[in-house]
């Protein structure tokens, strides 16, 4: 295992959002692509600086990204609705014994 003057110390940082966290971008063909960024953690080093002397911070982001096309239509397969594979087993209510 590592000694312990080999390894950076953080502290966790908490954060809030302060303006928009989705980009969105309208394509020539009217698709929408939408961009959104979150911070998962953030932590500013408590053992170590940059070498111009400024904080150095661990920073854990994810990205997602959501593309809506032009005619706004899209499919999934009948076994993702909920309820569907169950209602073609089931009999109708005219014919229960």
Excluded: C, W
């Amino acid at each position: 295992m590592a000694e312990a003057k080999d390894r950076i110390e953080f502290k966790m940082l908490d954060h809030e959002s302060i303006g928009d966290d989705t980009v969105s971008f309208k394509l020539e063909d009217g698709t929408i692509v939408k961009v959104k960024v979150s911070l998962e953690r953030v932590g500013i080093a408590t053992n170590y600086r940059n070498p111009d002397g400024t904080p150095h911070y661990a920073v854990n982001s994810a990205v997602k990204v959501y593309i809506i096309p032009a005619d706004k239509r899209f499919t999934m397969p009948k076994s993702q609705v909920s309820g569907a594979a169950a209602s073609q087993e089931r009999p109708s209510p005219s014919h229960i014994a």
